[in-house]
């Protein structure tokens, strides 16, 4: 008896070392089952529309698509390649996530190809990252010991003349009957993994998501039909299709693109004929773009200490944009700086300053150089970063001062505290002694996560102290410093009165945790104001002789600020292709979010996170109630015409055959 049980124990132990030689197959198996409860975790995380029957069928058909070719490779040549795929594809889902916990969206070819800018954003990345992340890595230890179990058991000098599972025969070589085997199998994987993916998004593609891959679409939707990997698989198609593939544009699409602009100019010369109309005509302008500066610290305090001092005090001075929202995409600081410039929206994934540079556009700085104004930007950081150089040689700046022009005597942060960088600024346009001068500078203090040094600002945050929020305000003050310190240079250097001034901000702190955003306004938000609590910026601009102060509750975005800043010098549109209406004009448009979010000051409309249009919800304003999201479908579809007409212009450079055409007319 005892000798049976040990001959059973031992053929127990051979047929479990040969399964465990099998194991890249059911191996296969285990790291389909891994990945798919990593996205449904994943899925979880980012709360854009729930998982559901098709995302994960779709994303299973992935998983096979990523695997199916492995069974055609040998035992040993499996185990290291599903471990190394294993590896590979737990990073891809992890930088996910960290990334859309900063900019709400997923990652892209695009972005991938502006890596090198990464390491600048070292301090951000550490603190997005949350313990419970590591669980995409739990299963890694596993793979690894699996695959060196395998090396090690199939080692050329244990080679025995065994087939299992029909894989080999004497001497090593495959049998016929094996190969043709593992040939069919994995022909037959690959078409179970096409079905798996295509009937889903051919189903919704056809109901729902129709149009979804027709256009430009915010990534969240197309990610809510094809998964993760499939999006990532549909994004690597369509950056092949637009920059080697062509595709092009018709000229349907581009007589529709000439017909908008034509609507939009009846708009915009509305201004020409206003009182304010050349109202600053002659003056210097000196704007200025504040990183992550948003609107909800204007008039606050902690503990009875004004948070903005010195801006309250100017915008009691200035006429002021309450609402007032930034437009930005993934691109960010970049995006804000196209938009106010250029009046045009930013593309729906990565930068137009790196992927368009070359393109031709109507931007402020080449209208003021015809006006003869001296234009100039200010950035204390290196030229490269979002493509800088380039895009500003485009845009026609007379000179860019970048990180080598300025002494970093106030180390902060990524690069020179405010302080010291408008200061400077001041001391560059002096320089120059060029009039009138056209000056843009761009802060960079208040970067996320706002880790100033605690010689910088005395400002106490009170109970925010400590958290990631309080050290937003505690950066925010500091810039407030700053500006209350280039206020007073301005008027030492008998500036201030010949000078308008412009300050915004350029887009959301990336704090988006409800919680502390009520405690400091004391009272709950509610779900319009929490969507544009995200979205408002500050806008205000500083008259000469503090005129024309006020508040203008007008709905005005960042893509306004050009054709508003050409109003009051008194510059007419012409045949300039621009989507901005000034913000000192009578003349009225909505203001258009790259997701297809939109508000005319009487409505606001948020998107579904799926995507769905008839899950967005619609509000009434000012009280902000939900009404029906029918009464939003005008507008909603007229958002989408407006960014789809952008992308056409600015992805295959439009504005050189729509000027050509007016000249021609």
């Not at 402020?364 to 500003?392: C, I, K």
């Not at 845009?395 to 010291?420: Q, V």
């Not at 029918?630 to 958002?639: D, I, K, P």
Request: aromatic letters at 12%; a negative charge; charged letters at 20%.
């Amino acid at each position: 008896m005892i000798t049976q049980l040990q001959t059973a124990a031992r053929r127990g132990v051979r047929l479990s070392a040969a399964g465990l030689g099998l194991w890249p197959y059911w191996g296969a198996m285990l790291l389909i089952a891994s990945m798919l409860y990593k996205l449904n975790w994943l899925d979880a995380q980012l709360d854009v529309g729930g998982m559901n029957h098709w995302k994960r069928t779709v994303n299973l058909g992935a998983m096979v698509l990523i695997t199916f070719w492995t069974v055609w490779l040998g035992r040993r040549t499996r185990a290291v390649v599903l471990t190394i795929l294993d590896l590979v594809l737990s990073v891809a889902v992890f930088a996910d996530l960290v990334y859309f916990r900063y900019f709400k969206d997923f990652l892209s070819v695009p972005v991938l190809l502006q890596a090198g800018q990464v390491s600048s954003l070292e301090d951000s990345i550490w603190s997005l990252i949350h313990k419970g992340d590591f669980i995409l890595f739990a299963d890694l230890p596993v793979a690894i010991a699996l695959a060196v179990f395998v090396l090690w058991r199939f080692r050329p000098s244990r080679v025995r003349v065994r087939a299992y599972g029909g894989g080999y025969e004497s001497g090593g070589r495959r049998s016929r009957v094996g190969l043709l085997l593992r040939l069919a199998l994995g022909a037959a994987l690959l078409a179970s993994g096409i079905m798996m993916i295509a009937v889903p998004v051919n189903t919704q593609k056809n109901g729902w998501a129709r149009g979804l891959f027709d256009g430009n679409w915010w990534n969240i939707p197309i990610y809510n039909v094809t998964g993760l990997f499939g999006f990532h698989g549909y994004d690597t198609y369509r950056y092949a299709k637009e920059h080697w593939l062509g595709g092009g544009v018709t000229e349907a699409e581009i007589q529709e693109a000439r017909a908008w602009f034509d609507g939009r100019k009846q708009l915009q010369t509305q201004a020409e004929a206003e009182p304010l109309f050349g109202a600053a005509k002659g003056k210097n302008v000196l704007m200025i773009q504040a990183e992550a500066f948003q609107s909800f610290v204007i008039g606050q305090s902690v503990n009875g200490v004004p948070i903005t001092p010195n801006l309250n005090e100017l915008i009691g001075k200035s006429a002021y944009f309450p609402n007032f929202y930034h437009q930005t995409s993934q691109g960010r600081t970049s995006d804000a700086d196209f938009l106010t410039s250029c009046s045009l929206h930013p593309m729906p994934s990565g930068s137009v300053f790196i992927r368009f540079a070359d393109h031709a556009f109507d931007c402020l700085p080449s209208v003021l150089n015809e006006q003869g104004y001296d234009t100039t930007v200010h950035h204390a950081y290196d030229g490269s970063f979002w493509n800088r150089n380039n895009m500003y040689h485009n845009m026609d700046y007379a000179k860019f001062y970048n990180i080598k022009d300025f002494d970093i005597d106030e180390p902060i942060g990524w690069s020179l505290g405010d302080k010291s960088f408008l200061q400077q600024t001041v001391d560059q346009i002096k320089d120059r002694g060029k009039s009138p001068f056209y000056a843009f500078a761009i802060t960079i203090s208040s970067h996320h996560p706002f880790n100033l040094p605690s010689t910088a600002t005395q400002f106490d945050a009170g109970e925010f102290s400590g958290t990631t929020f309080g050290s937003y305000l505690q950066a925010a003050h500091y810039v407030d410093e700053a500006v209350g310190e280039l206020v007073d240079r301005l008027k030492e250097e008998g500036l201030w009165e010949d000078t308008v001034l412009l300050f915004y901000g350029d887009h959301d702190n990336s704090l988006y945790d409800l919680k502390p955003y009520e405690k400091l306004l004391g009272r709950s938000l509610s779900e319009v104001e929490q969507d544009a609590n995200v979205r408002k910026v500050p806008f205000f601009i500083h008259f000469p002789n503090d005129a024309n102060a006020g508040v203008n509750e007008k709905a005005v975005g960042q893509l306004d600020t050009t054709p508003t800043i050409m109003q009051l010098l008194g510059i007419p549109i012409g045949d300039r292709k621009m989507m901005g209406v000034s913000m000192l004009s009578a003349a009225a448009k909505p203001v258009v979010f790259r997701n297809g979010g939109y508000t005319d000051g009487a409505s606001y409309y948020v998107p579904g996170s799926d995507g769905v249009p008839e899950h967005g919800a619609c509000y009434s304003l000012p009280d902000g109630k939900a009404t029906d999201p029918a009464a939003c479908q005008a507008g909603r579809e007229a958002a989408n015409l407006e960014l789809a007409v952008s992308d056409r212009v600015v992805e295959h450079n439009l504005l050189p055959d729509m000027r050509l055409e007016n000249a021609s007319e």
